[in-house]
């Protein structure tokens, strides 16, 4: 059986930079996204350079009640973006740091 490759959802999109949602063992046809991980563009692979997890940036808060919801971490993504820490160089997204 083979392949079909699905591009990775836009979880946030903020000032011209785009991240993506990454599917857990970049398995599209499960339907599963990974709580934490992101990627940089739409074929990010789960395991590869240009996927990240959200906790590892320096602006990620971790209130209990929170830790999980996919609002919160949305938030921390659109602030990430907004303190530079994700941002656009050319037609790449990067992370500052990375």
């Known amino acids: 059986m083979g392949y079909t490759w699905t591009k990775n959802p836009v979880a946030v999109t903020r000032k011209g930079v785009k991240v993506y949602h990454i599917f857990d063992n970049d398995d599209a046809d499960n339907g599963i996204l990974r709580v934490f991980w992101f990627g940089l563009s739409a074929n990010a692979s789960d395991d590869g350079d240009d996927s990240f997890d959200v906790r590892e940036l320096p602006n990620w808060r971790n209130p209990e009640s929170l830790k999980a919801e996919p609002e919160h971490i949305k ?24």
């Open 75 to 98: 938030n921390i993504l659109r602030e990430a973006i907004d303190l530079g820490l994700i941002y656009k160089d050319g037609d790449e997204t990067k992370i500052k740091g990375a």
